[in-house]
């Protein structure tokens, strides 16, 4: 697909990100609908601080973020941290996705249906609809992501923010799940920024893959063919 004729959905403009000190400095990046951007970088060197700045949970210490996404519901982050209702049902987390990328504005029962098609279509795509009914605290590690990604998949967002979401599953999970959300992305035009600590996985999913070095973000293919 061709990314380059789209407006972006992102525009990082001289972003510098921290919390007292600056992590990452100068970041400027365009993301387009329909791309797939990864992260990788060493423990503690500041991918997560990029992506809640990103999602707005962090504020800049420089340079600005335009979003150019819809308020409701068009912005999705899988946190690496998943901050899921440990006592709720797998099918009442995941509804919290489909709320946040409804609409109230339709007739009550129209609303519910449709939430009710996102969640059940989200939990089915996940592989956890014998979970459905089950508290999360009950679940696995890599089960537990599987619902942060259901319900983020289930809010239909224009972009996903997703922080080591394949971390804790195995490999055959890592496939259903990678191909369920590249299909997403696809069908939806949507943008995908992923922090992935398996460099060989984070090339092989995106269309361009940075790497955090020395507090600068370098697109993979900058760093040339020398030997380290
Ligand atoms: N809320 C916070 N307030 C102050 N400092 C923080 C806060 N959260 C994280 N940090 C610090 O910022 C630095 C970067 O943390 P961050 O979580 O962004 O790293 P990361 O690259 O995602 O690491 P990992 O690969 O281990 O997840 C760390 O030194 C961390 O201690
Ligand atoms: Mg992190």
């Known amino acids: 697909m061709n990314h380059a004729n789209s407006k972006p959905l992102v525009t990082l403009n001289d972003l510098t990100v921290g919390y007292d000190e600056p992590l990452v400095s100068k970041i400027n990046m365009e993301i387009r609908p329909g791309e797939i951007i990864s992260i990788v970088g060493s423990s503690g060197i500041g991918k ?5 700045t990103i999602a707005g949970l962090v504020k800049p210490l420089e340079g600005s973020i335009n979003l150019n996404i819809q308020p409701r519901g068009g912005l999705g982050y899988i946190p ?3 901050g899921l209702i440990r006592h709720a049902s797998v099918a009442h987390n995941v ?6 990328g409804t609409s109230f504005k339709e007739d009550p029962l ?3 249906k449709r939430r009710n098609q996102r969640v059940n279509d989200a939990i089915e ?3 956890l609809s014998d979970k459905a009914d089950e508290p999360t605290r009950r679940l696995s590690g890599g089960q537990q992501k599987r619902v942060a990604t259901a319900r983020t998949l289930a809010q239909q967002p224009q972009l996903l923010l997703a922080d080591e979401f394949l971390s804790e599953l195995d490999e ?3 496939d259903v799940v990678v191909r369920a959300v590249i299909n997403y992305l696809e069908e939806s035009n949507a943008a995908m920024i992923l922090i992935e600590h398996n460099i060989e996985r984070a090339v092989e999913i995106s269309h361009r893959t940075f790497s955090v070095r020395e507090g600068k973000l370098t697109e993979l293919s900058d760093f040339g063919s020398e030997q380290e």
């Open 125 to 127: 795509l996940m592989g």
């Open 110 to 112: 129209t609303w519910w």
């Open 95 to 100: 509804g919290l996705g489909a709320r946040a």
């Open 172 to 174: 055959d999970n890592i």
């Open 48 to 52: 997560t601080t990029l992506l809640r």
């Open 80 to 82: 690496q941290k998943l």
